[in-house]
């Protein structure tokens, strides 16, 4: 009867042991989890900021193009004129 007795704490001592180390285990994995949504949450953000960036630049670019293809215009219709004059 000792013997079962001994044998059955034991069993319930392992028992309590798994339970504890599940516990951490979820535990990491949970904190593992958060970390990962916030530096996704950190990736998001500067990824917005540079697409923000990044059209801005093109609108600047756009505008750079549309300038210059006038100023082409512009010196063409100087170089005829000064052809016919």
């Given at each position: 009867m000792a013997a079962a007795q001994s044998l059955l704490a034991t069993q319930t001592k392992r028992g309590?042991?798994?339970h504890q180390n599940t516990e951490a285990r979820l535990d990491q994995l949970e904190?593992?989890?958060?970390?990962?949504?916030?530096?996704?949450?950190a990736m998001a953000e500067?990824?917005?900021?540079?697409?923000?960036?990044q059209q801005k630049?093109?609108?600047?670019?756009?505008?750079?193009?549309?300038?210059?293809?006038?100023?082409?215009?512009?010196?063409?219709?100087?170089v005829i004129l000064a052809i016919m004059t």
């Open positions: 309590n042991e798994r904190k593992g989890s958060v970390e990962s949504a916030r530096l996704l949450q500067q990824l917005q900021a540079l697409t923000l960036v630049t093109q609108k600047r670019v756009r505008v750079a193009l549309v300038v210059g293809a006038v100023a082409t215009l512009l010196g063409v219709g100087a």
